[in-house]
């Protein structure tokens, strides 16, 4: 039992040892591996390093400190301290990783802070004060708030850009260009709604002045009307229900043309009130018809009357002349 106790220890620790013996060849191997890797990384960053900006010293300083991890890794290997050696081929394999994402992703990420979003919302800046001056109620889209929230964010992500920290930069940047570029689709919009707000209020001023006028036309009658066709008061109900509705109407439009002059609301609000209003109009149309359909009916009977009696007044005057020259002497004068 001693032995085989004994013999137990000395395979472990032979194991042990041939773990530290192999691994000076294997982290050998793994080193060259990474400076292999480490070459093609920096000569791809030399071949753009222009794109990097004042971001490309700070890139270069960590190559440097790459490169020192590697001069650790010769010294460790120098004094036999093999424990030590996988900690640092592991700290430069994570090392590589972090700055190959580095050269790969930093160019598109100062090309967008810098160049491209400056540029966009300078551009959106000025489509915006144009349009303002033009009188577009464009508070809504919170241009200018988010223009400065945008450039702290930039800020923020070039400021992290310093000490290569890349996290959600690039995410955060196609946020905003996403985010400017559907404010020119917004700008373009609100263009051709204020053609359609322009179109649909002036169709609407054009049918509610000629309902106004055929309404005060008929008020103005109200007396002669009643006397002439009789009216009965559910008649006459109808026609002052369309009175009340279409004086609402002329109110509620007269604060939409208030809100169009001080500009308060967008032109797709806008335009939606439009809708509503020209819905109410022909509301206002249909029981109008309604009403004048009866005074139409009520002045063809009137009419067809009026003919009724001229005829009776022709055949009256012709029996009247009949009678005379046959001069009957037992038909009374009064007949």
Known sequence: ?????????????????????????????????????????????????????????????????????????????????????????????????HIEVVVEEMPSIVLISKGILPKKMQEIMTIYNQMVEEGYPLDYLNVEFNIEEANKKIQDI????????????????????????????????EKIIKQEYEAANKTLKTKLDKMNNLVNDIFSQMDDLKSTYSLEEKDIKALEDVKTALDALNSDYNTLTAHTSNHTFAYSKLTEEVDVLVIRLSEIEDKLDKSLDILGSMHDDEQRARQQLDEVNILLKDAKAQIRNYNLPVIPNSY
Request: glycine letters at 2%.
């Open 1 to 97: 039992m001693e032995i085989y106790k004994v013999r137990t220890q000395s395979e472990f620790l032979l194991d042990e040892i041939k773990e530290l013996t192999t691994s000076d060849e294997r982290n050998r191997a793994i080193i060259t591996k990474l400076k292999t890797r480490y070459r093609e990384i920096y000569e791809k960053f030399n071949e753009s390093k222009n794109e990097f900006g004042e971001i490309g010293q700070y890139v270069e300083l960590q190559f440097e400190n790459i490169s020192k991890r590697f001069e650790d890794f010769e010294d460790v290997m120098d004094r036999h301290e093999y424990t030590e050696t996988t900690n640092i081929v592991k700290a430069v394999e994570e090392m590589l990783n």
């Open 158 to 189: 070039l400021d992290r850009a310093k000490v290569l920290d890349l996290e959600d930069s690039l995410f955060d940047l196609k946020v905003l260009n996403d985010y400017f570029e559907s404010l020119f689709t917004d700008f373009e919009k």
